[in-house]
């Protein structure tokens, strides 16, 4: 896999990257949730010659160390970044904190990142105009850039391509105003969009569901999981998704 020679995680968490890493590329932060848009978004950058992402930046619910909305366990995370090859910085928080505990949460992380000469980040949003400029000023306020390399991609063709790629992912969550609660659990493919009702955007992007990637492009093995219990509220529907059985068939990286 690319990457900078020797970005690791060392025995105190701390991300250990190189300030010169010789390869002609710069060095990437990658806001990391485990779906498809994050992982479509790294699969990009290892196809170019721009960046090289160095590490995967998650926030998790301070006590039960899930992703926020996902709700995904932190162990399937750690395989998920395992498989990667790439180190996982967690960034704990309350429950829906509010901006400034986000931010200075988040804040605290990427100075750390920066310190050791990282001055991208990149994200895999789409096209929503609001939040693309709440990140560039809060990147910005933290002498960093944003980089976006899935936006203004017709959504349509980006899931098909996503699939086409060999990606594969579980649907997690879904807003059960826009969808049924039984689309949790079900694999993210051509059949899933054909069934998406009139108004869905192919690639949630208005949150009307969340993924988990168990396979792809960017993984180097897949990642193992199993169906657990399914929980329905009152405006969300998730899956709790459990490790499944451990098996690893090592493939090369461009």
């Known amino acids: 896999m690319r990457g900078v020679p020797g970005a690791a995680l060392s025995r105190r968490g701390t991300l250990q990257v190189p300030r010169q890493a010789g390869t002609g590329r710069l060095p990437a932060v990658l806001f990391w949730s485990g779906g498809k848009d994050a992982a479509f978004a790294l699969h990009e950058i290892q196809r170019g010659a721009t960046w090289d992402v160095v590490a995967l930046l ?43 505990v986000y931010e200075a949460g988040v804040g605290a992380a990427l100075d750390r990142l920066r310190s050791r000469g990282v001055r991208h980040v990149v994200f895999g949003d789409l096209f929503l105009e609001d939040i693309r400029t709440y990140r560039e000023r809060l990147m910005a306020h933290r002498g960093m850039q944003c980089v976006f390399p899935l936006w203004g991609r017709d959504t349509t063709h980006l899931a098909r391509e996503m699939i086409r790629s060999g990606l594969e992912a579980r649907v997690v969550c879904v807003d059960t105003r826009r969808l049924p609660a039984g689309a949790v659990g079900r694999r993210f493919d051509d059949t899933f969009l054909h069934d998406l009702p009139a108004g869905v955007d192919p690639c949630g992007e208005n949150g009307e569901f969340h993924t988990f990637v168990t396979g ?24 709790d998704l459990l490790p499944g059985p451990v098996f690893r068939s090592r493939r090369s990286k461009p």
Do not use: C, I, K
């Not at 792809?216 to 899956?239: F, I, K, N």
């Open 58 to 100: 998650t926030t998790v619910e301070e006590r039960t160390r899930r992703v926020a909305m996902h709700e995904v366990r932190s162990a399937l995370l750690a395989a998920q970044a395992a498989s990667v090859g790439l180190p996982l910085v967690r960034v704990p928080l309350p429950p829906f904190p509010p901006n400034r």
């Open 216 to 239: 792809g492009p960017m993984l180097r093995w897949p990642v193992s999981v199993r169906l657990g219990r399914r929980r329905d509220g009152p405006e969300y529907a998730r899956v």
